[in-house]
Structures are given as structure tokens and as C-alpha cells.
């Protein structure tokens, strides 16, 4: 039987061809981007077979072996096509229709169905009337924002899409089936067709190339629904789509960063700004198939919601929606806004650096976990605890894989713990002063780093930068870092560049993602690097924070000295002292204000 490709699409999405991979070649290894290992179909000593889970494929550069996740199953584990959709479809959770006589015509209407979608998208551009273009200049979006996302308008008619399609020679059954068109139900009018979208703002849906599969409408004054989607069609399924993901996918290999937020104007406002990797659910649940989705795109997605209750509520049900689909490796981190702000507020108000800076601030999936566990108990009782308890193991229950479900399970118990022990401490612990929220953050958020912070800076900007490494080797050879993970990284850094002489994009591969990838990855983001924008003059910014960490190390020797050879009966001496120690702790910060962001 020949099932139809969006079936095929949705087995695809669903599997993850790294896992099926390592089921016949366990001991593949992560390097850059792609899976390696040895070649389950040519004997070889040396590992030239590489998986690329981002693009759902395989290929040996051995013997020239390659595909997708089906056809590898049936190359390894054999069987005809159809069997082998059929025990994956049933492995991924996904319904194969009936058994039906292949149909020779369903090619043809299934290329009409996208020329269908991509010409009705041109009609919506060229039907922007004078009403929808004072809507968009009202959201700030310049002309060549709504040219890039191909922003149009569903005309306030019944028919007017309709006759400009039948007029392209497309045929009535083809519009029903790409969602175009529906059919009245009124008894006065059954059976008649017409446009689904009118009086709407418009914006294409995209598949992962690119292809025009469906529209979101927003209404423009009074009406519901509020948005209005395409209906589910064979080019339009919204579980398996993220909206941008084919814009966003080039930038996000660049940036090493994902972050999903809440609307489609979202999505637009934040690229406009320059914020490239931003994509949007197509409604208000997410599914968990968009969350593996986002997982193929990068292991640590942030997810942006707005911070009130909604938000909250929102944020703890993607969180459950994704522990059935964790892996090792792979987790999601949550940014809660300010009350009634969004990302296109946040950037119009006051700028991208703004809503960058928030970035940093993020809650861990744990820890979001435990919020929803203890919030609402009192775990200093028997029965606070008891039922945090009992919850604990209904979400653990919820993880698949034994090894995450380890793990989660020993680090929230170990804040069970915490938190019990913590209500225990003495009373004269029990009275300081709460820290400020995310939530209460005052609005020029900026990663102020203390102490050390100008050394853990240049070692960051190196980690995003390293073609700056020419210029700075002999610099980074002459600083002294604390022994432990820094120095460990830094010495690294420098043996791959001098002894290796890894050209610097293989370097930043291997930085992001080899053993010291996790190190690496809490130094951006501590340091706030990971935000700066992608052309940032890092060389010039090194000089700067290296000239921070000169003054730094210079009143820490002086404030050493005093402390050997003070005269402490000495009122002018003990004020000097005063004053170095509070230059060499805090006085000269490595913070990245936006001043010091500077472009290229």
C-alpha cells in the first residue's frame, strides 16, 4: 500500500533517528552537529558514518550508505516499505488509514494543493487595503517586515479568495482540501463553498522547507475567535509545526539558541529587532511533538511566557507534556516577562538588549517541577510532605527513559530534602530579606558579574568568538584562572588552537558540543555573552574586559600587600585598606551594559 507523505512526514517527526541509530551502533559519539560511528553496512575500522539528527538522516562517506529513519529500519532490520511504515507508524503512535486502492491522481492534487496555498498567499499580499496597512503601522512593522513574512489580507468577502483561485484554474476540491475554502451549513446554502479566511490580517504557515502549508487570520477589530487557524488538511497538521522554524533554522545553527514564545507577532517583532531564532506554537497548547521538534533543533530550548497566572499555568503544562519525550541531554528552561508584557511590548518600549537580558533569567525544568509540586503544601508537616511525595511519583511515572527519570527523581527529592531542613534553621536565618523576583526585576535587566567576573567574561567571549583567538592567544596564555572547570577550559581552548591549530568554527563545534560543552554553556549564559548579539566586535570588547581584569588583578595585589604589612593603629591606613578591598571585590564589575555591546 502507498500511504500518503503527510503520514510519512508525521512517522518521521515523531521517531528520532539517533535513537533507532544506536540500537544497531551503540557506540556512536556526538562531534559538532552529527552523530559518528562506524558503519553498520561496510566493514571499516574508522567511523565514517555520521547521523544528523536536525535533518532526520544518515550517510556514510565509506561507502555511500544513506537515507531517512524508514529506510534505515528496513535496510537494517528488512521487511517491505509498508511494513516497515506500519511497525514504525505503530511505534510512533501514529494511525495508518484504511486500506485503499492506490490512487494514481493523489501526486497531482497534492502538488495543486501547495501551488493553491502559495498562490492564495500572494492574493492576501496584494489585498492589503488601507485598514490592515494602519494595523501594521500601528505595530511598529516596517515594509520590509511585511514583506519578509508576507503579511497579507483575507479580503471582508465570502467568495473573493474563491473566484481569484477558480480564475487561476484551480479546481474546487483542490481549495476545500488545502483548507481555503468550507462548506456552508445553513440549510438555505448546503453544500456551497466558500472562503474560510475573510475580513483577517493573514500570515503564512510554513513547513520546515518552506513550503506554504496553511495561514493563521487575527481578526483586526471586534471578533472572535480572536485567531483564526487553518483547519487540519494533508498540508496542514498544527501538532507537527512551529511557526518561523524555516526562517529560523539557519540562525539558530549560528547562535547555538532557540526560544519559543506565545504569538505569531511575537515572532515577527523580535526578528525585526534582529532576534532571529524566536518561533511560535500555532495556538495555545503545545504539543508534545513541538517540543521534540524543538529538541531537533537544539538540546536546551527557552521557552518565554507571559508571568502571570495564564503564563504559569501555560509553563507547567509544557512542562508535563514534555516528560514522556525527556531524554538525557535534552531539557527545556522557562522565562516568565514582567505582568502584561509580551516580547513585542518588551522590544518596542525598550529595545532587544532589554528582552536579551531577560534570557538570563531563567527557571530550569526542575526547578519549574518543584514550584508545582510544593507551592501549594506545607512540607515542614507529615502530610505537606506526604503529598509532595505522592505527586513526585505520579510525574516521575511520566518519564520514559529510566536514566532521566533517575536523575529527576533524586535531584527533586534532594530539594524535598532541602526545603524540609531549610524551615528547621534557626530563627535568626529565618528573618532576611526575600530576593526580588524575575517578576520584580526593574526593566534594564543587565548581568552584572562580581568579583572574578572580567576573567570569566574573556574566557566566554573566546568560547563564542573564537576567531578572535589570533589576536588574543599570547593575552589568554598570561591569565591565571582558579584552578578547577575555568582553568580546565581555558588550557583546552588554547591546546586545540596552538598544538591541534583547529581552525576556529571546528573549535566552536567542539566547544558547544564535546566534554567541556556544559562548562561552556553556563559561562555564556553567567556572563551574559550568550545574549550579545551575533555581530558584536567581540575583539574590541575582549581588550576592553581584558583592561577590567588588569585593574582588578592590580588592587588585589596592593590590598594583599596591605593585609602583610598594615599598620592598623593607623586611621589613614585602615581607610586605604577599606577602599582597595572594595575596588578589587566589586569597585571595577565585568558587566555587559549595552554600551559595551558594540557592533561590528
Known amino acids: 500500500m502507498k500511504y500518503p507523505p503527510q503520514i510519512i512526514d508525521q512517522i518521521k517527526a515523531r521517531l528520532n533517528i539517533v535513537e533507532e541509530v544506536r540500537k544497531v551502533v551503540p557506540n556512536m559519539k556526538k562531534k559538532g552537529r552529527a552523530w559518528w560511528g562506524c558503519c553498520p553496512f561496510h566493514n571499516e575500522k574508522s567511523g565514517s558514518f555520521h547521523v544528523r539528527e536536525d535533518q532526520n538522516s544518515y550517510y556514510c562517506f565509506g561507502?555511500?550508505?544513506?537515507?531517512?529513519?524508514?529506510?534505515?529500519?528496513?535496510?537494517?532490520?528488512?521487511?517491505?516499505?509498508?511494513e516497515v511504515v506500519q511497525r514504525l507508524a505503530r511505534q510512533a503512535g501514529v494511525k495508518l488509514p484504511d486500506s485503499a486502492p492506490s490512487d494514481p491522481h493523489a501526486a497531482q492534487r497534492r502538488n495543486d494543493g501547495y501551488k493553491a496555498l502559495e498562490r492564495a498567499s500572494v492574493f492576501y499580499q496584494r489585498s492589503l487595503n488601507a485598514d490592515a496597512q494602519a494595523y501594521i503601522a500601528r505595530r511598529?512593522?516596517?515594509?520590509?517586515?511585511?514583506?519578509?513574512?508576507?503579511?497579507?489580507y483575507a479580503p471582508d468577502s465570502w467568495d473573493a479568495t474563491k473566484s481569484a483561485l477558480l480564475t487561476e484554474g484551480f479546481s474546487p476540491?483542490?481549495?476545500?482540501?488545502?483548507?481555503?475554502?468550507?462548506?456552508?451549513?445553513?440549510?438555505?446554502?448546503?453544500g456551497r463553498d466558500y472562503d474560510r479566511f475573510r475580513g483577517r490580517l493573514m500570515f503564512p504557515i510554513h513547513d520546515s522547507q518552506g513550503r506554504v502549508v496553511g495561514f493563521g487570520g487575527r481578526v483586526m477589530g471586534k471578533g472572535e475567535p480572536k485567531y483564526l487557524n487553518s483547519p487540519e488538511t494533508p498540508f496542514f497538521n498544527k501538532s507537527f509545526l512551529l511557526y518561523n522554524l524555516h526562517r529560523a533554522k539557519p540562525h539558530i545553527k549560528t547562535t547555538g539558541q532557540i526560544v519559543l514564545v506565545e504569538g505569531y507577532m511575537d515572532v515577527i517583532a523580535l526578528y525585526q529587532a534582529g532576534f532571529k531564532t524566536a518561533v511560535a506554537p500555532l495556538g495555545t497548547a503545545v504539543t508534545s511533538e513541538q517540543i521534540t521538534l524543538l529538541w531537533?533543533?537544539?538540546?536546551?530550548?527557552?521557552?518565554?511566557?507571559?508571568?502571570d497566572?495564564?503564563?504559569r499555568t501555560a509553563a507547567l503544562r509544557m512542562a508535563n507534556k514534555a516528560l514522556p519525550v525527556l531524554e538525557p541531554g535534552r531539557s527545556l528552561s522557562f522565562v516568565f516577562l514582567p505582568q502584561g508584557e509580551d516580547p513585542d511590548t518588551i522590544v518596542q518600549k525598550d529595545g532587544i538588549a532589554t528582552f536579551r537580558n531577560l534570557l538570563t533569567q531563567t527557571t530550569s525544568l526542575e526547578n519549574l517541577l518543584w514550584q508545582q509540586l510544593s507551592s501549594a503544601v506545607d512540607v515542614t508537616t507529615a502530610d505537606g510532605r506526604a503529598t509532595?511525595?505522592?505527586?513526585?511519583?505520579?510525574?516521575?511515572?511520566?518519564?520514559t527513559n529510566t536514566t532521566v527519570r533517575k536523575a529527576y527523581g533524586q535531584t527533586l527529592k534532594d530539594k524535598l530534602y532541602e526545603a524540609t531542613r531549610g524551615n528547621r534553621a534557626p530563627k535568626h536565618n529565618q528573618h532576611k530579606a526575600p530576593q526580588a523576583s524575575a517578576q520584580q526585576a526593574p526593566r534594564d535587566y543587565k548581568p552584572a558579574i562580581q568579583g572574578d567576573a572580567a576573567t570569566r567574561t574573556l574566557l566566554a567571549l573566546i568560547c563564542r568568538w573564537p576567531h578572535i583567538l589570533p589576536q588574543v592567544d599570547e593575552t589568554l596564555g598570561h591569565i591565571t584562572f582558579p584552578a578547577g572547570p575555568l582553568a580546565e577550559l581555558s588550557q583546552a581552548v588554547l591546546r586545540a588552537y596552538v598544538?591541534?591549530?583547529?581552525?576556529p568554527e571546528d573549535l566552536q563545534q567542539d566547544l558547544q558540543n564535546g566534554p567541556h560543552s556544559s562548562i561552556v554553556y553556563d559561562l555564556l549564559t553567567s556572563t551574559g555573552v550568550l545574549t550579545l548579539p551575533e555581530d558584536t566586535d567581540a575583539l574590541s570588547l575582549f581588550h576592553e574586559q581584558h583592561g577590567i581584569w588588569q585593574s582588578q588583578s592590580e588592587h588585589r595585589s596592593k590590598?594583599?600587600?596591605?593585609?602583610k604589612k598594615g599598620d592598623w593603629f593607623s586611621q589613614e591606613y585602615f581607610d586605604k585598606f577599606k577602599e582597595l578591598k572594595e575596588n578589587s571585590a566589586s569597585g571595577h564589575s565585568a558587566a555587559l551594559t549595552p554600551s559595551s555591546r558594540r557592533p561590528i
Open 296 to 307: 531537533q533543533q537544539h538540546s536546551h530550548p527557552v521557552v518565554c511566557l507571559d508571568g
Open 499 to 503: 598544538v591541534l591549530k583547529l581552525p
Open 173 to 190: 476540491d483542490v481549495l476545500k482540501a488545502a483548507g481555503l475554502t468550507t462548506q456552508s451549513e445553513k440549510s438555505a446554502e448546503k
Open 309 to 311: 497566572a495564564a503564563g
Open 388 to 399: 509532595v511525595e505522592a505527586e513526585l511519583s505520579g510525574l516521575l511515572s511520566q518519564i
Open 63 to 82: 561507502c555511500g550508505a544513506g537515507g531517512d529513519v524508514i529506510t534505515f529500519v528496513q535496510e537494517t532490520s528488512g521487511g517491505t516499505f509498508a
Open 559 to 563: 590590598y594583599t600587600e596591605m593585609l
Open 140 to 152: 511598529a512593522l516596517s515594509p520590509s517586515t511585511v514583506e519578509e513574512f508576507a503579511l497579507g
